[in-house]
């Protein structure tokens, strides 16, 4: 667990005059970076005999990626483990799960108040907990191991680069990574500003807006109890099409193929390369590989039909005049069905 590579992007932003490199975290045993908080919060109590192997279960909420690494801890302690999801997580991830022998439960029904499932997937994970005796829930959206888990992140980011790291990008969704990473920079004092990149329609960093969020992983419709906001020294929001846009880009020019939260992070370093000083030195944090991705971001079919014709926006990108590239991005957003959030 841990240790993946840092490999570093020559090609991703034509005539950007800073260095960028990529923590590729599928190289994770259960493909994620999810697999650091998943071994932190389970891994003390099974220590303990908290969590017994044969009689215990496990149980969370998640989109996917955190699943999929409890799943496999699960399955390796003999411990079962009840998975509630929503309608949003693709068919290959339920899959995977099952193929661990995870018991998973799919939320269909939004929350009448909010509109979002989310809601609605915590609300099952408490009655299942006073349903099953001693049932445990590791609760990523306020469990403190969360977040403690990626204090080796980017330990294993600043010994690489040897503490010249000048810019972190990451994706938000519980503020696991965020929160661990900060605290690690603040602990040894070091320059870095992190970036941290939101959905749009996020409750996260107060994004207000009418739309439906359809690319998982990061942005959230309930604020983690784990969030501090001032962990980050900028927030940038970035909708679905972006995620889109930036795996393609970061697959056609660099033949690295990842998933829809990486796509938010390197559209999120496009959208604030003017303002970086030359020299700088920028990490990407990836969460994930694009393999569980194909059937929707990487399937032209998909793409298109969601939102037009817009393969242009990474096959025929460069040279684009400064700005043309993003407002292209919005009108293609704001040509979508829309409802509220």
Not at 45 to 74: D, F, H, K, Y
Not at 249 to 272: D, H, N
Request: one cysteine or more; aromatic letters at 6%.
């Amino acid at each position: 667990m841990g240790g993946t590579p840092l490999v570093e992007l020559e090609r991703l932003i034509p005539g950007f005059s800073s260095r960028v490199y990529a923590k590729t975290e599928w190289f994770n045993p259960g493909g994620s970076i999810k697999d650091r908080s998943a071994l932190s919060m389970l891994l003390d109590r099974i220590r303990s005999g908290q969590l017994v192997p044969g009689s215990s279960t496990v149980v969370e909420s998640s989109s996917g990626n955190l699943a999929i690494g409890i799943a496999q801890l699960c399955r390796y302690f003999g411990l079962s483990f009840i998975c509630v999801v929503d309608a949003r997580t693709t068919a290959q991830n339920i899959a995977i799960l099952r193929a661990y022998g995870a018991d998973v439960r799919i939320v269909t029904e939004p929350d009448p108040v909010t509109g979002e499932l989310l809601p609605q997937r915590l609300k099952l994970v408490a009655r299942l907990l006073t349903e099953i005796p001693g049932a445990y829930c590791p609760d990523q959206y306020s469990n403190p191991l969360n977040p403690q888990a990626h204090l080796a992140t980017m330990a294993e980011i600043d010994e690489a680069l040897d503490g010249e790291v000048d810019y972190l990008v990451l994706s938000v969704g519980t503020s696991g990574t965020l929160g661990g990473c900060a605290e690690y920079v603040r602990s040894r004092g070091l320059r870095t500003k992190i970036i941290a990149v939101d959905a749009i329609g996020s409750v996260l960093f107060d994004s207000v807006c009418a739309c439906s969020r359809i690319i998982p992983g990061h942005g959230a419709s309930v604020r983690p109890a784990v969030l501090d906001r001032a962990d980050a020294h900028r927030v940038v929001h970035v909708g679905d099409l972006d995620c889109v846009v930036g795996c393609r880009r970061l697959v056609q020019r660099e033949a690295v193929l990842a998933g829809g939260s990486s796509g938010a992070v390197v559209s999120a370093l496009e959208r604030i390369a003017p303002e970086i000083p030359a020299d700088s030195t920028c990490v990407l944090i990836l969460p994930d590989g694009g393999d569980r991705y194909l059937e929707t971001i990487y399937d032209d079919a998909w793409v298109r039909d969601r939102f037009g014709d817009v393969s242009h926006l990474w096959k025929h990108s460069v040279g684009f005049p400064a700005g043309q590239e993003q407002d292209e991005r919005q009108e293609a957003e704001e040509e979508r069905e829309v409802v509220p959030c």
